[in-house]
């Protein structure tokens, strides 16, 4: 007999996966701690919005947002890649082929150029992970996509740094022959594991243009479900959101463990884009609409912000000036 789901079905089973998670988390794993800490500065950002913030709330909103600035997933990242190589996704708004750019002089890649310009970094995949005193929450890969040329040192690599102690946000724009992979060969260290599936627009032209050589929407979609099913905690990264993401966020969110998290595109200015593409971005980052989303979507409990959206709409990060 074979058993699918309904829409109804997958909200009923989502219910009872997060109140177990949520249980279980929070005592010992660092995804667990880190769960926690969303849904606090999730509320003080709210209470900001609403005018009802204590002068004390919004000082530890305010560090929060100054001291964590580009790490509010996880303090640190790690990497396969040669660093003077690009990530073959080659997504026209990607910050690290800027970045690259910027302080390597490597040269802005012609988006027709892609897999030869990845190297995978031999020493990085060879590196001996010692047993951490301090065990510690690493995006993999920070500057690099999952590919089926390297998903097997990805696997390898992924495998040592869970088992040194450590625990992993596995971030990817994926493919399914990927994501079967990697659900398959990690099963064992899936507690200490989350799959962000980055999906930015349900719009294929937009998806063609912006981001060229990643899978589109369809897959992506099955991707997440593929990790859902497999029993993963799972989350999706909307940064940048790419058209309006309400009907992203109905369509995915049955398949999310955790979160949904909305982001401002971070327009590099190495970065140079077709004007009539570039215009149909306009709006989608400014202050009204960003005020609107964050109160539409008010009630989902698994969307959060980036702190962009939150600049975006006034509030700023301040560091706080220790008393002697
Ligand atoms: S997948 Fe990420 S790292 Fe790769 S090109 Fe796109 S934005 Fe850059």
Redesign the pocket.
């Known amino acids: 007999m074979s058993f699918t789901l309904d829409e109804d079905g997958y909200a009923i089973v989502n219910f009872v996966k997060s109140f177990f998670n949520l249980k279980s988390e929070s005592k010992d794993s660092l995804i667990g701690k880190k769960n926690v800490y969303h849904l606090r500065i999730k509320k003080l950002f709210y209470r900001w919005i609403d005018k009802s913030i204590s002068e004390e709330d919004l000082i530890e909103l305010r560090e929060t947002l100054y001291r964590d600035n580009n790490k509010q997933w996880a303090p640190l990242g790690t990497n396969i890649i040669q660093h003077k190589t690009?990530?073959?996704?080659?997504?026209r708004?990607?910050?690290?082929?800027a970045w690259k750019h910027r302080s390597e002089k490597l040269e802005i890649p012609d988006i027709e150029d892609t897999r030869e310009m990845f190297c995978t970094d031999e020493k990085r995949v060879e590196k001996v992970w010692t047993t951490r005193k301090k065990a510690n929450l690493y995006i993999f890969?920070s500057?690099?996509?999952i590919f089926p040329e390297m998903i097997d040192d990805y696997i390898s690599v992924a495998r040592k740094v869970i088992e040194s102690g450590s625990e992993l946000l596995i971030?990817?724009?994926p493919n399914i022959v990927c994501m079967k992979k990697l659900c398959k060969e990690l099963k064992d260290l899936k507690d200490k594991i989350m799959i962000v599936c980055?999906i930015t627009s349900n719009d294929k032209d937009l998806l063609e243009y912006w981001?060229p050589?990643?899978p589109l929407y369809k897959e992506r979609v099955e991707c997440l479900k593929y990790a859902y099913d497999q029993g993963y905690r799972t989350s999706v990264s909307m940064e940048p959101y790419l058209s309006d993401p309400r009907k992203v966020i109905k369509d995915i969110c049955r398949y999310v463990t955790h979160y949904v998290w909305l982001g401002k595109m971070n327009h590099c200015k190495e970065l140079e884009f077709d004007e009539e593409q570039y215009e149909k971005l306009d709006g989608l980052y400014d202050e009204e609409y960003v005020m609107d989303l964050i109160k539409d979507l008010r009630d989902n409990e698994k969307v959060f912000f980036k702190y962009s959206m939150m600049r975006a709409v006034g509030l700023t990060g301040k560091r706080l000036v220790k008393s002697k």
């Open positions: 690009n990530c073959p996704q080659l997504c708004y990607c910050y690290n082929i890969g500057t690099h996509d971030v990817t724009k980055t981001e050589h990643a």
